[in-house]
Structures are given as C-alpha cells and as structure tokens.
C-alpha cells in the first residue's frame, strides 16, 4: 500500500497543470521565436528540454541533423529611392543566378524556357515577379513556404542549383509601387550556410534484461515554423503540446522505469518534410531491429481541436493497449483507425518515417485546429485539463505489456 501511494504521489506530482504550463512555457513561449529548425530560438527550445530530462535523472544526448541555408541577408530592393530590406518579407528569392549583368524586368507570371531564353539572350539581370491573387491574400504563407521551406536544403539531399536567370517575387505592398518606378534596383546578396537542427533524444533503460533489445521509441516534434519580421509563429498546439506531453511521461517513468528500455525523442526538421525523424531512422542510435514499436504524438491540447479525446491512428495490434490505458477518458471520445485506413494522413507525420523502416507505429492526437500555421496558435488556447489526461494516457501506454506482432 506504502509503495502504490509513494508511486500515485510520484505520478501526479510529474503531470500536474503548473508543470505542464510550465514547461509549454519553456517550449513555446515568444521567447523561443517559432522554434524554427537551425533557429537560436529552437536551439533555446532544445535546451530547455534538455535540461527538465536531466535534472530528472534521464540520460540526454543532442543528435546533429546537418542542413544548407540558402542566405539572403543584406538584399535588397530599391523602389522610387527607398530602399527596402529582404528580412521580413518585403521580398523572397525564387531562384538566385549568379549572372547579373544589366536591368531587372518585371512579370506578372514566372517565366517560361522560352521567355527565359529570350530575356538570357537579351542580358537582364533577373526577374522581379508580381504576386498572384491568392498569394497577395495570403502573403505571409507564401513568405513562409519560399523563405523557410525553400531556402533550408536536407545536407544530405543537397544538389546545388544551376539557375540561369535570378527571380524574386516582391510583396503585395511592395506591387503597388512598382508601377510609379522607372528604374527599380536589385541587390542580391547570397552565401550558402552550413546549419545544425538537432534531436533531443533521452533514453531510460529498461528494468529486465531480457527485454533489452525490444526498445520502444516515443517522440514528437520541437520545431515550428519560427518568425516572420515581428509575428512569431508559437506552434503551442503544433506540436508544443506533444512535446509537454511527451517531457512530463518522460519524468514520471524516470522515478518508475519499464521493463523495457524506452527512447524519447523531440525531433527537428518536421516542417521541413519530417527531416528530423528520417535523419533518426537513417542514423539510429540503436538497431532498427530492436525498435519493437515507435509512438508519435501530434496536436493533442488545443481548445479548438477536431476531436473531443484521443485519436490513435496506428497498427492494429495496439487497439486493445490504448483502450486500456485510456480509462480517464470517456469511451466516446476515444477512437482508433487502423493504419491501412489513414496511411495518407501517417505520411505526413513523423511516424512515417519509421513506417518506412518497417517499425510498428501508433499516433496519438486530436485532430486537426483552425490556428495551424497561424500566429493564433499560442499558449492560450491549450487545454491543460485534455492535456495533463493525454499525459496520463501516453504514460499508462508506455507501461502496457504490449504483445508485438511482426
């Protein structure tokens, strides 16, 4: 009775609400800017992670994810005598030529080969390109999509570009004016940086040894999709909530370990095209052979979630164990789709990558939120109660004894 009150004690104190804000705080709060990966406010992010796992007695290591950033700063644009910076979404580099030699021409639609080949022909320098309608509505998803997403190059992928012809596209403001200038200056200013993202990756082992080498993975992802001049993108919900909830079973398992060994990782690079997670499965820190599961948790604490509960989204054979550990949620909001059924939904999450490597894998979330990849997706719109339950169910999951079959 002693040890089952010591253990209760253990576990609440592990996931009360003041400890689950206290660490969404400390993810995602504006100090940590987005958390875009190879960002200072990621690194910040990762270090704050890092030290809740150490000081809970986890070993916690920093694996480095090499990336290339394509680096504008200093470019500039010119319009009627101001003179406009490329920071903060005035304009976006489409494609950078080394070739400047003469004027820059402005187009409303990129260039074909054959307009290209004509403009090459006749020396301009490169192409000042006019937002469309949907993109003039929705300026700072464009900026986000070229400006994060197109400038950040996987090291391991990375081919270097043989673009002829440079092109930007300038902002909707920035449109307006073109008309009024007879003589508008481009100047780009390029380097190719190398940038470290990094998995947080704590590992806890497991208590019988015959068990070593069925190693369950938990994970979820810490960055974001950063800032943009002065709107931080906080990803709260995206996925700072999984995050919390993945930090807080990691420091109540720390003082109650399983039988098997567990490995719980904060990954890098998902905006990116899940980067940070294949990077893991590409250099692993343990077998893949002795991966007996991998679970990923995505978006389980908004206010304004899809799904009332908990929706698992995973193999079969996990059905029964999640349904068991979920006893403090009504059986109405609870639900579970086979992999089979939602394998397009999984491709676009870090489970992925493990699917591909054969591991078998469940996702734990809410569904999706209106905020998502907004500005409003910040701290004040997580559910604490739904969120400390989630906590509650990932820990009673990662304690079930799972019958794996291959």
Same mark, same amino acid.
């Given at each position: ?60 290591? /920093? ?200 490995? /719980? ?14 990077? /893991? ?30 929706w698992a989204l995973g193999d079969p054979q996990f059905q029964k164990n999640f349904f068991t550990s979920a006893k403090m949620f009504a059986g109405a909001d609870l639900k579970f789709s086979v992999t089979d059924s939602v394998r397009d939904e999984l491709s676009n999450t870090d489970s992925y990558s493990f699917m591909k490597k ?38 009673? /999951? ?9």
């Amino acid at each position: 009775m002693i040890a089952l009150l010591m253990f209760c004690g253990f576990a609440a104190q592990a996931q009360t609400i003041k400890q689950l804000k206290q660490d969404m705080y400390g993810i995602a709060s504006d100090a940590t800017e987005g958390r875009f990966t190879g960002s200072p406010g990621y690194l910040k992010a990762a270090q704050y992670v890092a030290g809740q796992l150490k000081a809970a007695g986890i070993k916690t290591t /920093f694996q480095a994810v090499p990336f290339i950033w394509d680096n504008y700063d200093g470019s500039t644009i010119v319009i009627n005598g101001k003179t406009y910076l490329h920071k903060g979404g005035n304009f976006i580099v489409l494609q950078h030529s080394a070739s400047l030699t003469s004027d820059w021409i402005v187009l409303k639609e990129m260039p074909d080969s054959a307009e290209t080949a004509n403009l090459l022909s006749r020396k301009v320098a490169g192409v000042i390109l006019m937002p469309n309608a949907q993109q003039s509505n929705d300026w700072e998803t464009t900026v986000i999509r070229q400006y994060r997403f197109g400038y950040m190059h996987y090291a391991a992928d990375f081919v270097p570009s043989n673009a002829q012809l440079s092109i930007i596209m300038v902002s909707p403001a920035l449109a307006g004016k073109l008309n009024k200038d007879p003589k508008t200056l481009v100047n780009i200013k390029f380097k190719q940086d190398s940038v470290n993202g990094y998995n947080v990756i704590a590992s806890l082992p497991g208590t019988d040894k015959k068990l070593n080498n069925q190693a369950i993975i938990a994970g979820a992802h810490l960055d974001h999709i950063g800032r943009l001049g002065n709107h931080i993108y906080n990803g709260a919900n995206d996925d700072g909530s999984g995050c919390v909830a993945l930090l807080a079973a990691a420091k109540t398992i720390a003082h109650h370990p399983t039988k098997r060994p567990l490995l /719980f990782v904060f990954y890098c690079g998902e905006e990116l095209g899940l980067l940070g997670s294949r990077y /893991f499965m590409d250099h692993p820190p343990i077998p893949v052979k002795n991966m007996l599961m991998n679970i990923n948790l995505e978006q389980v604490g908004s206010k304004h979630r899809s799904f009332h509960g908990l929706w698992a989204l995973g193999d079969p054979q996990f059905q029964k164990n999640f349904f068991t550990s979920a006893k403090m949620f009504a059986g109405a909001d609870l639900k579970f789709s086979v992999t089979d059924s939602v394998r397009d939904e999984l491709s676009n999450t870090d489970s992925y990558s493990f699917m591909k490597k054969k591991v078998p894998s469940i996702l734990l979330g809410s569904g999706g939120f209106d905020e998502h990849h907004t500005q409003q997706d910040k701290i004040n719109l997580i559910d604490f109660p739904h969120l400390q339950k989630a906590t509650q169910l990932l820990y009673n /999951f990662l304690r079930s004894d799972f019958q794996i079959i291959n």
